[in-house]
């Protein structure tokens, strides 16, 4: 069965520090990866995706997320976080299911920075 | 604005009663979702659409139904409502259009729905 695990689901730190958050997919295909942040009282917003080509994936606000195939994995880092940072992160794969392409999540991963 | 919206924000119902969570995106995706966030449980799909009159059930579809006549709307029904299904549903569409995974799903405001 397709699923995404995020390990981490629960994250303090404080500001400066080197995030990284993990997340491992279940899929023998091809498949397409998100992350998606959703700060406060507020809905789901992209960060970042992977799809093909350079697996290191830049996206907005200093975030960057490698795929490793070999690994199954598609961890997402930004060298020094911010309070603003504080939000639910969300990793995501995109697979095939019954002829249609569905978005599978993580559970989540609620970081919180110190100031 | 374009986008994609929720009605309502919030409700709140009894149990055993009928509520319809309305969703409406402006953008003609043919894709569209439907997920309740819960502590723990993280974003779990409901049903989704991959087009009008076509849809399909997700991880929890029961206690749900769903219809999609019109490509810019996708109302969630719960027929009966439960203490269970008191959460946060968040409807998303997605385009089908280009590059298999290259269009993100975009995602409503979300409805805060507590059953008593």
């Known amino acids: 069965a397709q699923s995404v695990s995020q390990h981490n689901h629960h994250v303090i730190l404080s500001e400066a520090a080197s995030l990284e958050l993990g997340c491992n997919y279940s899929?023998?295909?091809?498949?397409?990866l998100f992350w998606y942040v959703q700060y406060p009282g507020q809905h789901l917003q992209l960060l970042l995706k992977?799809?093909?080509?350079?697996?290191l994936v830049k996206g907005i606000k200093g975030f960057e997320a490698e795929f490793i195939k070999s690994k199954f994995s598609f961890n997402l880092r930004k060298p020094s976080v911010q309070w603003s940072d504080t939000a639910e992160y969300f990793c995501?794969?995109?697979?095939?299911?019954?002829?249609?392409?569905?978005?599978?999540f993580g559970i989540g991963t609620k970081l919180q920075v110190i100031p | 604005d374009a986008g994609i919206t929720q009605s309502p924000r919030y409700k709140i119902t009894e149990t055993g009663r009928q509520v319809t969570l309305m969703c409406h995106q402006t953008?003609?995706?043919?894709?569209m979702f439907w997920y309740r966030q819960d502590l723990g449980h993280g974003l779990r799909l409901i049903y989704y659409?991959?087009?009008?009159?076509?849809?399909d059930k997700g991880e929890v579809p029961d206690g749900y139904v769903v219809s999609r006549s019109k490509t810019e709307n996708f109302p969630l029904t719960l027929e009966s409502a439960t203490r269970s299904q008191t959460s946060v549903y968040f409807c998303?569409?997605?385009?089908?259009?280009?590059?298999?995974?290259?269009?993100?799903?975009?995602f409503g405001p979300g409805t805060r729905l507590t059953v008593l």
């Open positions: 953008w003609s995706h043919s894709y």
């Open positions: 659409s991959a087009a009008a009159d076509i849809t």
């Open positions: 992977y799809f093909s080509g350079d697996p």
């Open positions: 899929y023998g295909g091809t498949v397409n």
């Open positions: 995501a794969g995109l697979m095939n299911s019954g002829g249609y392409q569905k978005v599978t």
């Open positions: 998303a569409s997605r385009s089908a259009s280009g590059r298999v995974g290259y269009n993100e799903q975009f």
